[in-house]
């Protein structure tokens, strides 16, 4: 079969002949590889509301020739696209900053189990008949996260999810069952994981004010709390939030229940941990996400801090709350609340393999890098002239949003309005961080001078920062680093 490259890249469509009813032949007779130019690709279409863009050259199915298995021409085609695609993994991964993956682990040693297909279908804490699983590792983890997070064994209960959007979908989907007529409250800069859970559980939401940290406004979120005394809090709380990091106060959010009346058997209390919900523990003076609070759930994402190769999390939440949701599914034998059903059993193996091969010192290491380069990054955007801002205990540094959508996408830049970010995790080296900081300071430079670029105010778009030094620190982290301790006054 002719194949033939586009670019770099090799593109092949295959075009499917139509029955007279509309349908697909169940053995089309005239398919044919179709090549598609570059500028052919990008196509619009309506789906009921939605506008698709899609610029997508997309490696398509085709079917083999009669005499493939003879010349393994197949074989060859497939591997080069193949090592097509790695290659473009590598170099794209030096230029991902924008988005929280640490990239890159190896996870070479469980290379062997890919053969196998593993399903950890249900309640992880029930042997299934179904027995390609892992919950023995599963269970591991979730016994280390469990230790991590203060709360017994006999009493909490979860699972490894398939990210950090199913652990707040749990989370909130079990603070709905345990107070049916609950309102969920959430700060307007939550993920929009929250706001797609109150819409699929038809739940009354309301969001509340930040500050310009990203932090929920607790003098907001009491007045809420006011007009609706009479239903109960169900109240999703940050530990980072996605643009900034800002980190909710758990602990004035817990009092501010309490002054306006919520008592703790009125109040249901989601973590949404994501990215930072794993890196506190490990930082002395970070805020404490504990079930030793009142709190019912918290969640992470396992493919961010931990590297995970693919998209994970992990979900716990108290053995009492669960007992709404379980179901007797005599299908797989037991009984189950998870909310997926079929689930990666090769997750929880990476996941464990991950926490033994750092333990809690590889990780504390981790964390205090992570801050420090974060520093380093926000410094020197400071140094060439350029607003930026570093909220304390987070990775993130905000800054003026390039204004060329090249070098943005060039960067992985994820960017909201005139803000853009870059999220520094443990892959992400000094030289990677020098590199973009030229780069940016030659192309801005060149921006200036063309007139296509007006300097933007960081300050505008957050308010003003005032740092106030308040004491310095050798044991921010448990260790002999130098580090500050300080706090934000926000100066509207």
């Known amino acids: 079969m002719a194949r033939r490259s586009v670019g770099a890249r090799a593109v092949i469509e295959v075009a499917a002949s139509v029955g ?44 083999p020739n009669a005499d493939d298995e003879i010349t393994g021409e197949r074989e060859a085609y497939m591997a080069s696209i193949l090592e097509m695609y790695e290659s473009s993994l590598v170099e794209r991964t030096k230029h991902h900053l924008g988005y929280p993956v640490h990239v890159y682990v190896k996870y070479g040693a469980l290379s062997n189990l890919q053969h196998f297909c593993i399903n950890n279908c249900g309640n992880p804490f029930t042997e299934s008949i179904h027995g390609i699983h892992s919950r023995q590792f599963e269970v591991g983890v979730l016994d280390w996260f469990a230790r991590l997070w203060g709360i017994e064994k006999d009493e909490y209960w979860g699972y490894v999810t398939n990210g950090g959007t199913e652990g707040n979908l749990h ?27 109150a819409q699929m559980y038809r739940m009354d939401c309301v969001k509340v004010d930040t500050l310009i940290s990203g932090a929920i406004d607790c003098a907001d979120f009491k007045a809420k709390l006011l007009r609706n005394k009479n239903k109960p809090a169900i109240v999703n709380v940050n530990i980072g939030t996605t643009v900034k990091g800002g980190i909710d106060d758990l602990d004035c959010v817990i009092e501010t229940l309490k002054t306006t009346g919520f008592t703790k058997d009125r109040f249901y209390i989601h973590c949404d941990g994501a990215l930072v919900g794993l890196m506190m523990p490990f930082v002395k003076y970070g ?46 034998g037991y009984q189950d609340a998870t909310l997926m059903g079929s689930r990666s059993g090769h997750a929880p193996i ?65 960017n909201q309005g005139n803000l853009a970010h870059i999220v520094v995790m443990p892959n992400i080296t000094i030289e990677q961080l020098d590199e973009f900081l030229r780069d940016l300071a030659e192309k801005r430079a060149i921006w200036l001078q063309e007139g296509r670029l007006q300097p933007l105010c960081i300050s505008v778009m957050l308010g003003r920062i005032i740092v106030l030094v308040l004491c310095t620190s050798k044991d921010l982290f448990n260790t002999e680093s130098f580090a500050y301790r300080y706090i934000c006054v926000i100066v509207l």
């Open 20 to 63: 007279i009813n509309g349908e697909i032949e169940s053995s089309p007779k005239d398919l044919h590889p179709v090549v598609l130019a570059e500028n052919d690709q990008v196509r619009k279409e309506k789906v009921g509301e939605i506008s698709r863009l899609q610029n997508i050259a997309p490696y398509a199915i085709t079917e």
């Open 350 to 414: 990476l996941l464990w393999y991950a926490l033994n091969q750092k333990g809690y010192k590889g990780l504390q290491k981790q964390v205090q890098m992570c801050f420090n380069n974060a520093q380093y990054l926000k410094d020197r955007l400071r140094a060439l002239g350029i607003g930026a801002m570093l909220n304390e205990f987070s990775n993130i540094v905000v800054f003026e949003k390039p204004q060329n959508e090249e070098f943005v996408r060039c960067w992985q830049l994820a």
């Open 287 to 332: 805020p404490k996400i504990s079930f030793e609070k009142p709190i019912g759930s918290v969640c992470i994402s396992g493919h961010k801090f931990l590297g995970c190769p693919m998209p994970c999390g992990v979900h716990i939440t108290r053995l009492d709350h669960i007992k709404s949701l379980s179901r007797n599914i005599d299908y797989i």
């Open 171 to 197: 989370g909130i989907l079990v603070g709905r069952e345990v107070f049916p007529d609950g309102i969920l409250y959430t700060s307007d800069e939550s993920h929009y994981s929250v706001f797609r859970a």
